[in-house]
T-cell receptor
Framework: EPEVTQTPSHQVTQMGQEVILRCVPI?????FYWYRQILGQKVEFLVS????????KSEIFDDQFSVERPDGSNFTLKIRSTKLEDSAMYFC?????????????FGPGTRLTVL | GENVEQHPSTLSVQEGDSAVIKCTYS??????FPWYKQELGKGPQLIID?????GEKKDQRIAVTLNKTAKHFSLHITETQPEDSAVYFC????????????FGSGTRLQVQP
């Protein structure tokens, strides 16, 4: 069964450093998403991406964040200058992008620890 | 924006009993309500969803009900099994056609054998 994959599974970085989280969405999906979950808190929407541009973003997704689809398979989230409060589990998701029921499939997540 | 409240935060049942998790949402424009199961170390997995044009949907031991007037929806799991133990999240899309999901705070379900 096709699945969303994410790398790395765990990333440790120093405050102020740039990090890039990588995702490979399901191959025939057209919509891509990033969510995050701070330990013990809700899953929060960050951004959605369609047709090589951001289709929606939350207040969390400020100028420190960017997304890119650098090739036909990868979808990346970049945090330019990490802060302690960026420590969280980051989930990538993808969906077909068509039809009434557009199920979002989530990857296993990348745990980001900012020291 | 949309706000989703979920109760209870933890739920312990005996194997074979039923479990009910409840959510309320704030934005009457929400029209898509998925439920996700998250096992330890894994991402959320969709288990059932419902759109606002129906009041109830069932898939084997799992059912979801939606009350648009009261803006609440519930997950019902019957004949619970130990493998149902996980964290369950409800979510809502916040507006017709919107894809970004607003999640509830999660319910940790423990099924005692």
């Amino acid at each position: 069964e096709p699945e969303v994959t994410q790398t790395p599974s765990h990333q440790v970085t120093q405050m102020g450093q740039e990090v890039i989280l990588r995702c490979v969405p399901i191959s025939n999906h057209l919509y891509f998403y990033w969510y995050r979950q701070i330990l013990g808190q809700k899953v929060e929407f960050l951004v959605s991406f369609y047709n090589n541009e951001i289709s929606e973003k939350s207040e969390i997704f400020d100028d420190q964040f960017s997304v890119e689809r650098p090739d036909g398979s990868n979808f990346t989230l970049k945090i330019r200058s990490t802060k302690l409060e960026d420590s969280a589990m980051y989930f990538c998701a993808s969906s077909v992008g068509q039809g009434v029921r557009d199920e979002q499939f989530f990857g296993p997540g990348t745990r980001l620890t900012v020291l | 924006g949309e706000n989703v409240e979920q109760h209870p935060s933890t739920l312990s049942v005996q194997e074979g009993d039923s479990a009910v998790i409840k959510c309320t949402y704030s934005d009457s424009a929400s029209n898509y309500f998925p439920w996700y199961k998250q096992e330890l170390g894994k991402g959320p997995q969709l288990i059932i969803d419902i759109r606002s044009n129906v009041g109830e949907k069932k898939d084997q031991r799992i059912a979801v009900t939606l009350n648009k007037t009261a803006k609440h929806f519930s997950l019902h799991i019957t004949e619970t099994q130990p493998e149902d133990s996980a964290v369950y999240f409800c979510a809502a899309n916040g507006a017709t056609g919107r894809r970004a999901l607003t999640f509830g705070s999660g319910t940790r379900l423990q099924v005692q054998p």
